[in-house]
């Protein structure tokens, strides 16, 4: 089967690192999409395995339309029938981009029509919509004057993992948090922090990769359960086969902290339903108080953006980030994701890396500062304070 995992901005590598793992073939990179061929074990294995997939599509039908008409007759011409019974829900969503409509959901009307109108001439009934937990879903890609039809094997896209019970004012995506974990190129091996880890999202990824366990392990369902050749037996097989108990050798620390107490209490609720014992600790904490573990490693955090902190409040935040992170954080690489470019100046660091990510609609950069230990870390940032001394006369 050719199948599509659709992906964020800026994850499309990651995510073909993690294809290559699971076994598929023949993969190509695309725009927020990667394509890759596999059998019905990697369909239901990207599904439970994948952390930066979005959602894994089986493309049913692609064709070329001329205009609205056109492409009503082209959904008409596909048997629904063979994909869904008539007593099932179904809903449809996708990405439109073609000047042939004014309105981008135009095109899922008309799928949502075709389908109906198939059913009723076939049944005499026609199947019921069901925007929030439709069984069935399909997906189109209008491309100009180019459509694809798939089912959407996924259901509720694969950011809901299943464990998150409660989550601060900003949660961070799944996807984002374990494809910003992957891009740190984080060895597993070496100590992970996050200083203003809110509900926990980041460390809890981290715990997940490095103990080796599936994104999805908490997961109820998805939306191949209800397919007409679901295998039951090969779901349970891939299910039972994925480590569901944490590693006994992990000697690093996984660490989680933030300021506000209630979301620290949310953290520890979230990590309930998943098999990870006690490689987190969470702690309430404010940053300039943490200590980093002995030894190597990272740091990786997702500060206030600013939405509801004054210019000069979040100015002082990420100073102090910046404060932290010479003083605190020698021998680590600290990675930053923010969409407040203004803010990032007030970090004071020369950020060794930058890549640009989305994090929700938010175009963000996530930013490396490598913390050498001793003198060069003297010989670095004291460089920069000399450049903000006030200038003196020569002649003095
Ligand atoms: C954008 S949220 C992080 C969301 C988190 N990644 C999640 O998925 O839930 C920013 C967090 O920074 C915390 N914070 C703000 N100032 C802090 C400080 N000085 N020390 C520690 N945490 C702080 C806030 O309490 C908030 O939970």
């Not at 690093?252 to 933030?258: C, H, N």
């Not at 339903?273 to 955090?301: H, M, R």
């Not at 500060?303 to 409040?313: I, M, S, V």
Request: hydrophobic content about 35%.
């Amino acid at each position: 089967m050719k199948l599509v995992a659709k992906t964020l901005y800026g994850m499309e590598d990651v995510l073909i690192k993690e294809l290559t793992e699971l076994g598929a073939k023949n993969i190509e990179k695309g725009n927020r999409v990667v394509t890759y061929v596999g059998d019905k074990r990697l369909l239901y294995a990207s599904n439970l395995w994948l952390r930066t997939a979005i959602s894994v599509l089986l493309p049913i039908q692609n064709f070329r339309f001329r205009d609205e008409k056109d492409l009503y007759a082209q959904f008409a011409k596909i048997n629904f029938s063979e994909y869904m019974k008539v007593n099932q829900t179904f809903a449809v969503k996708g990405a439109v981009n073609s000047k042939l409509f004014n309105h981008t959901g135009y095109p899922r009307l008309v799928l949502k029509d075709a389908i109906a109108d198939h059913f009723r001439d076939k049944f005499d009934k026609r199947p019921s919509v069901d925007l929030e937990k439709p069984q069935i879903l399909f997906d189109i890609h209008i491309e100009e004057n180019q459509c694809t039809v798939s089912l959407n094997s996924s259901g509720a896209p694969l950011f809901q993992r299943g464990y998150r019970q409660g989550t601060g004012e900003a949660p961070i995506n799944e996807v984002v948090a374990a494809g910003l974990i992957y891009l740190s190129g984080w060895d597993q091996k070496s100590n992970f922090i996050d200083v203003t880890c809110g509900s926990g999202t980041i460390p809890i990824e981290a715990a997940l990769m490095a103990n080796g366990i599936p994104p999805n392990i908490a997961r109820k369902s998805y939306s191949f359960q209800y397919w007409y050749d679901y295998d039951q037996q090969l779901w349970e097989d891939i299910y039972s086969k994925a480590p569901n108990v944490p590693k006994r050798d992990l000697d690093f620390k996984i660490i989680g902290s933030d300021t506000d107490g209630d979301v620290i209490l949310k953290a520890r609720e979230n990590i309930k339903a998943l098999p990870l014992g006690k490689t987190i600790s969470f702690e309430v904490k404010e940053f300039n108080d943490q200590v980093c573990p002995e030894g190597k490693g990272i740091l990786i955090c997702n500060p206030p953006y600013g939405e509801r902190l004054q210019d000069e409040a979040l100015f002082d935040l990420y100073r102090d980030l910046g404060n932290f992170f010479k003083r605190k954080m020698k021998g680590y690489d600290c990675w930053v994701i923010s969409s407040n470019f203004d803010a990032f100046k007030n970090i004071e660091l020369k950020p060794a890396k930058k890549i640009q990510v989305y994090n929700g609609s938010l175009s963000c950069d996530f930013r490396k500062y490598e913390i050498f230990e001793g003198s060069l870390v003297e010989h670095k940032y004291g460089e920069q304070n000399q450049r903000r001394e006030p200038k003196r006369n020569k002649r003095s």
